[in-house]
């Protein structure tokens, strides 16, 4: 039988790998699994394909009679179909919920940043590594599948583009010129340009314009 792995979550204390098991070009099934590292989540993944697969023998019957009746199994990650947990029997791998909201984080195109101000908004949560109850795990991805990419995206698009303007009137009001306003920029958030910045960002760096401009107003 020959593995293929594959990496879908990694944090500096927990990773999640799937496997999927082929015989030439027969998939025999698939397997997730969690560990502290790569490694450990590998073979982790590949002892609970074998289980399930309950591989006794490389000949053809064994073979056969395990793609009839046991292998079941989607490559797709589960996803959670509701919210209802029953917090007396939490699962103790949640690799299959972590790989879907890595799968959300990447559909939605969001930084780290993104993701943090929204755990903080939404679950008050400053880093989703910190989440230790299932329940919040399920309602965080649960949130995360409802927010739409088109809606968004314009609504964030018209924010991002009103702000931009306001800083420009505060640029002219306070004379600066482009080399200021870069100086001003890399020393405050690190970035040469206000493109670098998301909508967070540019919100403090319209607030702090403003500030600079009424202490010049006001002497």
Not at 14 to 31: I, Y
Not at 33 to 38: H, I, K, Q, R
Not at 76 to 103: G, R, Y
Not at 160 to 187: F, M
Request: aromatic letters at 6%; hydrophobic letters at 35%.
């Amino acid at each position: 039988m020959r593995i293929e792995s594959k990496l879908c979550h990694l944090t500096t204390d927990k990773a999640v790998v799937q496997v999927n098991g082929w015989l030439d070009d027969k998939n025999l099934g698939s397997a997730l699994a969690e560990g502290p590292t790569v490694e450990v989540a590998e073979d982790k993944a590949i002892a609970r394909l074998n289980k399930r697969l309950k591989i006794l023998a490389n000949d053809e019957k064994t073979i056969r009679s395990i793609n009839e009746d046991i292998i079941k199994t989607p490559v797709n990650v589960d996803l959670p179909k509701n919210e209802k947990i029953n917090t007396n029997h939490e699962p103790s791998d949640w690799s299959n919920e972590l790989a879907a909201i890595d799968l959300e984080i990447d559909r939605l195109k969001w930084s780290r940043d993104d993701e943090i101000n929204f755990l903080v908004k939404s679950l008050g949560y400053k880093n989703r590594n910190k989440i230790t109850k299932y329940n919040d795990i399920v309602k965080y991805l649960s949130l995360l599948k409802e927010i739409d990419i088109p809606t968004q995206n314009k609504e964030d698009k018209g924010t991002i583009n009103t702000l931009i303007e306001e800083s420009d009137k505060i640029l002219r009001d306070l004379s600066w010129d482009h080399t200021h306003g870069r100086e001003y920029l890399q020393k405050e958030f690190n970035v040469s340009t206000r493109k670098e910045l998301n909508q967070e960002q540019l919100m403090s760096f319209v607030e702090k314009l403003k500030s600079i401009r009424n202490q010049y107003q006001a002497s």
